[in-house]
């Protein structure tokens, strides 16, 4: 459990000090783990909802959500993700991504609570953007804006988009191996995981300093504070939660999501920050679903030639459009 007080320390000079917290909070009847850090103990705040599904926050190198400098950042191991899948196991069958979002609710309001603020940024991105936008729009009052990236739209039709684009830059490419492994799969739709591996890899292949899915797999071994058994435990976290919501046969709840079911009108300002080459979440549906939407304030920030990691390979030109455009919303400390 995060101690409260333990984020409005000052030192005996009466300088604020840097916020590094962490721990286990009771979040959805069961113990899920929470972290914040930040440079300054007044800067906005931001809560991340990792994607995957499954792919916990705590289990990559801390360069990944790099802007302590410029805000409170909350990163949270999602229920069956990471530590919190060290501490409480696996989604259980019951749980739905509504389930998810009331979770995100829950430490949405620990939060407020512990840093003493009014309204917190929610940014979503990948899988989590899926899970923020029905956070957005359950509790529109405890967020100063909503900021999607990598906004996954409708699931089918998504993945439509993907092999097409993948294949037209293996031809142009003139990328046998990949136009091989295209034709292999075939389009979708899929019955089985190992597709979505085969055009994960390729996505990350077009996309200059992405990393393919077996780099990302090795990173929980090198995780700041993480054991041998934290690192499997992520992994065992991220198979599971996959299976749940992906499904073996690729008939879980996340492979039927379309957006627009949920109601096109937000309470509350939205982003969409992408990368204008993405292929795992294509651009062309994030921006066509920000046109539809009506809210206080809704603007698409796109970065000329990323791809779906384009927070992390274009980290500079994202913070700085954060920092331009988003966080001039945000709230101070109380």
Do not use: C
């Not at 501490?87 to 430490?107: F, N």
């Amino acid at each position: 459990m995060i101690a409260a007080g333990l984020l409005s320390t000052r030192a005996a000079s009466g300088r604020a000090d840097p916020i590094d917290v962490h721990g286990f909070v009771r979040v959805g009847g069961i113990q899920q783990w929470v972290a914040i850090r930040g440079e300054h103990p007044s800067a906005p705040v931001i809560l991340v909802v990792h994607g995957g599904p499954g792919a916990a926050w705590s289990g990559f190198p801390d360069s990944v959500l790099a802007w302590e400098h410029d805000f409170r950042v909350v990163r949270w191991d999602q229920r069956g993700a990471g530590l919190t899948y060290g501490r409480s196991g696996p989604v259980g069958a019951d749980v739905t991504i509504d389930r998810m979002a009331r979770d995100g609710i829950e430490v949405a309001e620990y939060v407020r609570s512990e840093l003493h603020v009014d309204r917190i940024l929610l940014m979503g991105i990948s899988w989590g953007s899926v899970v923020g936008v029905r956070m957005a729009k359950l509790r529109p009052d405890l967020f100063a804006a909503y900021i999607g990236v990598g906004q996954v739209v409708n699931w089918p039709r998504g993945q439509r988009l993907e092999y097409a684009q993948l294949m037209h830059k293996a031809r142009v490419a003139q990328d046998s191996a990949s136009i091989r492994a295209l034709q292999e799969i075939g389009p979708p739709p899929y019955h089985a995981q190992g597709a979505l591996g085969v055009m994960s890899n390729l996505a990350a292949r077009f996309e200059p300093g992405a990393p393919g899915r077996r780099a990302l797999l090795k990173m929980p071994f090198s995780a700041p504070g993480y054991s041998a058994a934290d690192a499997q435990n992520w992994l065992d976290g991220l198979e599971s939660s996959q299976d749940h919501f992906i499904g073996k046969a690729m008939d879980g709840p996340f492979t039927r999501v379309d957006l627009a079911r949920l109601g096109l009108h937000f309470e509350l300002p939205v982003f969409i920050v992408q990368g204008s080459a993405d292929d795992i979440a294509p651009a062309s549906l994030a921006r066509s679903y920000l046109r539809s939407i009506r809210a206080p304030h809704a603007e698409y920030l796109s970065i000329a030639g990323a791809g779906h990691y384009a927070f992390m390979t274009r980290s500079q030109e994202f913070q700085q459009l954060l920092l331009r455009h988003v966080r001039p919303l945000a709230t101070s400390s109380r």
